[in-house]
């Protein structure tokens, strides 16, 4: 059964999208088989892989309006092992449509139970926002990576996200743990960057990912070609740090069986 992994943090310009895309291929590289479900409606997961919008007929806004189902919405990317259920511009709408709509939190979690069999892991690309799409990933997910970029604002964004996740576990899905908070953007020159490590280091109790991604100019070109890291530059520093955070992430599932950290929570 797959691991479905919830890629959140409510604020924009912090590493989400990179870190699913990088994260899915890096994993892929590894073996395993992926599914990357881009639920931003700015669709920058697709491009990311080459899969622009104006290609998508049907997207993930029809399989979550029961238009679909989710397996026909899928493709596959360049990356071997790697797939993507798009989005396209449509899922704007679906904050407001789903409002009125029945199990409006598990729309998600519903279509995820269909495929998660099919895959090793499954990354949820957040929009940068903490609506009813973000809920809804929560609810899908088994638990939460937070990329969190090395800058002041980022501490209280991560504060807040930890109490919606909170919220959720307590109403909606007790079993939601977080797999980690990852430091991106990392320039070990900046004073500042290296006091944001030190603070969450020091405030918050529970998983931080011993890798961190650090500011790479081949990691934020990859995009514009519509390649992830590991095929426009695997040499680069961003890609060898997504290698390493897919080598972490792996590492520490094999010792799941017989140690379950604790789930992360604000102080």
């Known amino acids: 059964m797959g691991r479905i992994v919830s890629v959140s943090n409510q604020k924009g310009g912090v590493g989400k999208t990179t870190t699913a895309v990088n994260l899915g291929a890096s994993l892929a590289a590894a073996g395993r088989k992926v599914l990357v479900i881009d639920m931003d409606p700015q669709a920058n997961a697709g491009s990311g892989l080459g899969i622009y919008p104006d290609q998508v007929d049907q997207g993930i806004y029809q399989a979550l309006m029961g238009d679909v189902p989710l ?3 899928i493709r596959p990317t360049q990356v071997p092992n790697l797939f993507l259920a798009p989005s396209t511009k449509d899922l704007a709408g679906a904050e407001i449509e789903l409002v009125g709509a029945m199990a409006r939190e598990t729309r998600l979690r519903n279509l995820v139970r269909d495929v998660r069999d099919d895959y090793d892991f499954v990354l949820l690309d ?4 903490l609506g ?3 809920i809804n990933c929560l609810c899908a997910a088994d638990s939460v990576l937070i990329p969190l970029q090395c800058e002041y604002y980022a501490l209280e964004g991560l504060g807040r996200l930890l109490e919606t996740i909170d919220l959720v576990k307590s109403a909606l899905h007790s079993t939601l743990t977080v797999e980690g908070v990852l430091f991106t953007m990392f320039d070990a020159r900046n004073n500042l960057a290296r006091q944001v490590v030190e603070e969450v280091r020091s405030h918050f109790e529970g998983r931080i990912f011993n890798t961190m991604i650090p500011r790479n100019v081949r990691l934020s070109e990859a995009p514009s070609h519509g390649q992830p890291a590991i095929l426009y530059d695997a040499a680069s520093r961003g890609s060898q740090g997504y290698l390493a955070l897919a080598d972490e992430m792996l590492g ?4 799941a069986n017989t140690s379950n950290p604790p789930a992360m929570a604000a102080n």
Request: proline share 14%; aromatic share 0%; charged share 5%.
């Open 252 to 255: 520490v599932l094999s010792t």
């Open 71 to 73: 397996k026909a919405v």
């Open 132 to 134: 009813l799409l973000t």
């Open 126 to 129: 957040c929009p940068p926002s």
